[in-house]
């Protein structure tokens, strides 16, 4: 495999496993990182003294946030590629401020917003 020129392209993949499996893990990927909206958990990076750094918020896949225990084991892996991380349901009141926390704060959203602002003003310069 040749290495990745494009610095703006993430590229995972998984290892003998089926094709099925394939699809599903590409799923999960494509839906941490899409912008957030209304997840039923979310993931923030926690620096220094367990400090949240919004800007590292994402989206936990809701094929593993349908149950604690899978959450909490997909953290452990978590914690093993991107440090640690907190993990918080979002359907109390202090997942809510969580969530709306990530939502104003996440590098996802902040960059899904200005490439939406960028394509809305290059369309209406063509016209």
Request: proline share 4%; charged share 25%; net charge positive.
């Amino acid at each position: 495999m040749e290495p990745m020129k494009d610095t703006k392209i993430l590229r995972v993949y998984l290892d003998n496993c089926s094709h099925s499996e394939q699809i599903e893990f590409q799923k999960a990927v494509a839906e941490m990182y899409t912008p957030i909206d209304t997840p039923r958990y979310i993931m923030v990076r926690a620096g220094w003294f367990n400090r949240l750094l919004w800007k590292w918020s994402f989206t936990c896949p809701s094929i593993i946030g349908k149950t604690d225990i899978s959450v909490k084991v997909f953290a452990k892996h978590m914690r093993m590629s991107m440090g640690p991380m907190k993990f918080q349901y979002t359907r109390r009141e202090l997942g809510r401020k969580y969530l709306m926390l990530a939502q104003n704060y996440s590098y996802v959203n902040v960059r899904g917003l200005s490439s939406e602002k960028r394509l809305h003003l290059l369309k209406r310069d063509r016209t």
